[in-house]
Structures are given as C-alpha cells and as structure tokens.
C-alpha cells in the first residue's frame, strides 16, 4: 500500500502510544489475586460505556468514564474501593508508561510527516500523560473528543482530525492498536494503519485496514523504505 499523498499521521493514544499494561503493577499491590480480573473488566467497561454513552447522547468526560468503570470493576469482583485507592490509581492512569517504541519512531516519523493525537481521552488527561513520557513537543495537535462531546468510532470524531489539521481525508494517515478504532477510521474515509501488537483478530465489520505493523518502529520504516523507493 502506498501512501504517496500523506501529510499528517494521526495516533490513537491508549494501547497505541500508552501502554495499559504499565498499571498492573499497582492493580496486584492494591488488588492482591484480583487484579487481573479487576484490570481487564475495568477496560472492557471503559470501552463500553463510551460506547453507550454516545448511543444515548450522555457524554461525560473520559476522566469520569474511567472512574465508573472502574468502580463496576470492582464491585462486580467484590471488592470495596475507598477513596484513596480510586485516587491513587486515577493518578496513575495520568502516568501510564509509553511502548518503548513510540519516542524513537515519533522521532523519525516527524521529520517528513505532521503528527497528531486524536483520542477519546479529554484533553488534561492526554496532556498529563504526554507530557509525563516527554512526548508532548512531538505532536503538532493534540486532539480530544471533549470538543466533539461524543467517543469514537462516531464520525464527527474523525473528522475533527481534518478540521483541525485543515487536511483532506485522503492526506491523513491514522493508526491505532484497537480493531474497533481502526474500523471506524476506515469506515469514515481515512487511510488506516492497525498497530496490531497483541498479535490480535481484526473486527468482522467489513472495514480493513490499509496497513498492518507490529509497532510504531514497524511503521516509520515501512514509510521511509517507500520514500526511497
């Protein structure tokens, strides 16, 4: 696949750049032999109440998502969480570690490409937690769905990544780790690179990638092998 018209990639941020696994840590010392359920279902609910909040028309920011996932999670695994516990691990959601990957390709991307964000995180969460990985100054824009006050795979979503960078579709490159993401993306007409690295299934909903990478290194040479071609 050739991506010959190109002028800006835009990044997911959790799973794509931000690496979730970085918190379990902190799951099994407040969690115990809980934390993986915990860890998993909290996700899994995450997804799915931005999902169901934008079928209802009930947004609420991502911080808030977050927290009441969470707080299913751990009700439903019967354990009880104070406070300081949902502070402590709100705070280390802020501070979530980057794929080792991700600077050293950015790095290399940004010398030929505009770099972008556009996540469902609202916009302190993906300050916090770019600027904790040192990444910030490496994005031109960093775009959050707060503006759009619905989650992806909406298509308003996507198209804020042209508004924004005032580009046409077919000059957007966006990649993501999560299939769903990367239907929707296609879905709404931009060129769509999966980031598949948990080695995972693409989604039955008739919409495929253009491209498929490992990781963020996978992809900035892919790109620089066809410049030089």
Known sequence: MEFKNIQAIVFDAYGTLLDISSIDQLLKELFGDKANDIGSLWRKKQLEYTWLRTLMGRYVHF??????????????????????????LMQAYDELSIFEDVS????????????????????????????????????????????????????????????????????????????????????????????????GQMEELSFEPDLIVADLEELAAHLILKEND
């Open 63 to 88: 911080d808030t998502v977050t927290l009441d996932a969470l707080k299913f999670a751990c009700r439903y695994n019967g354990v009880d969480l104070n406070e300081k516990m949902a502070e402590t």
């Open 104 to 199: 050293p390709a950015l790095r290399k991307l940004m010398a030929r490409y505009r770099l972008a964000v556009l996540s469902n995180a609202n916009q302190k969460m993906l300050e916090n937690s770019l600027k904790h990985n040192k990444v910030h100054s490496l994005f031109e824009q960093i775009i959050s769905v707060e503006e759009a006050l619905h989650f992806k795979p909406k298509p308003v979503v996507y198209r804020m990544a042209e508004q924004q960078l005032d580009l046409k579709r077919f000059e957007i490159l966006f990649i993501s780790s999560n299939t769903w993401d990367v239907a929707g993306a296609k879905s709404f007409g931009l060129k769509v690179v999966w980031g598949n690295r948990f080695n």
